[in-house]
């Protein structure tokens, strides 16, 4: 097959099939997000019995976690300070995780309980009293690798 190459100017990415080398049964049922590392390691978010799937670059399967933490994942933000922020629609809650076993640094809203749509009533319900958030993101995210160096990238979608 081919290289496909996609994007333009210093934004060209190589599609690569089956990169990704589960675990012998394992599957992704709906990738929500996908966000990489400063070691370009790739966490795939997803809505299947394992939430958080890890890789190193090459597709090579190195952890997982989150199992039956997060009813329908959907969003990814890398975070400045080995972080990831984590957005669960089906949950209604944000967290920031500690990237290497996903423990549970700060949440953002309460698990379960949505504010009523279009009550001006504020998503965030509730914050964990250790620290407070700067930033969140909710964009949905993709990953490719660079066409030039095979280097995986977050692009936003």
């Known amino acids: 097959m081919a290289d496909i190459i996609v994007g333009s100017g210093d934004y060209k990415y190589r ?5 990704a080398k589960l675990p012998s049964g394992w599957s992704f049922k709906e990738v929500g997000a996908v966000g990489t ?3 370009d390691n790739v966490y795939v978010f997803n809505r299947g019995e ?7 670059r090459n597709g090579n399967f190195l952890r997982s976690w989150g199992e ?3 009813p329908r994942a959907h969003g990814v933000h890398m975070g400045p300070d080995d972080s ?3 957005t669960d629609d089906g949950g209604s809650f944000v967290r920031k995780c500690r990237l290497e076993d996903g423990k549970v640094l ?23 009293p250790r620290c407070r958030p700067r ?23």
């Open 106 to 128: 700060l949440e953002l809203g309460v698990p379960g309980k949505p504010a009523p749509y279009m009550s001006g009533e504020p998503f965030i319900a509730a914050l964990t």
């Open 84 to 86: 990831i922020y984590l």
């Open 15 to 19: 599609i690569i099939e089956n990169w």
């Open 68 to 70: 039956g933490q997060y």
């Open 135 to 157: 930033a969140r993101s909710t964009s949905p995210t993709a990953t490719a690798t660079r066409a030039s160096t095979n280097t995986p990238r977050t692009a936003n979608c």
């Open 37 to 39: 590392d400063k070691n």
């Open 50 to 56: 394992h939430p958080m799937m890890v890789f190193d």
